[in-house]
């Protein structure tokens, strides 16, 4: 189930979107218990792809696409380096998928071989 407070749009759709966020214990309930959010996503012109993100269940994380202003603004633009930079503004729309959790926040940028790669932006 998507939560509330994430960036969401129709699965076809000619946007980056998060598409699902779905907890862990309910997706996968063999899993053990311990809390994890699956989330599902897909930049423009892209296959979806996942990403689990570890011990919080989906109520205490957000999930959207932050562009350039957006991580200038919350202090986060100044701890990527050049490359990193480069990948968000070449990101289709300008944007990348950002996480954030109660207690870190990360990037997950487009690399040069078309797979994402986690940036922790926040600790």
Same mark, same amino acid.
């Given at each position: 189930m998507v939560n509330a407070r994430n960036q969401f749009?129709?699965?076809?759709?000619?946007?980056?979107?998060?598409?699902?966020?779905e907890d862990m214990r309910?997706?996968?309930?063999?899993?053990?218990?311990?809390?994890?959010? =699956?989330?599902?996503?897909?930049?423009r012109g892209e296959t979806p792809k996942t990403l689990v993100w570890d011990r919080e269940p989906c109520a205490e994380v957000t999930a959207r696409f932050a562009d350039r202003a957006f991580l200038e603004a919350s202090d986060n633009w100044?701890?990527?380096?050049?490359?990193?930079?480069?990948?968000?503004?070449?990101?289709?729309?300008?944007?990348?998928?950002y996480v954030e959790?109660? =207690?870190?926040?990360?990037?997950?940028?487009?690399?040069?071989?078309?797979?994402?790669?986690?940036?922790?932006?926040s600790d």
């Open positions: 749009s129709d699965i076809n759709g000619p946007i980056s979107r998060v598409i699902s966020m309910d997706k996968f309930p063999d899993r053990g218990g311990e809390p994890g959010c =699956f989330i599902t996503f897909a930049y100044a701890r990527l380096d050049t490359a990193q930079q480069n990948d968000v503004t070449d990101a289709p729309g300008g944007e990348v998928l959790g109660q =207690f870190t926040a990360a990037i997950y940028p487009l690399g040069s071989n078309n797979l994402t790669y986690e940036v922790v932006v």
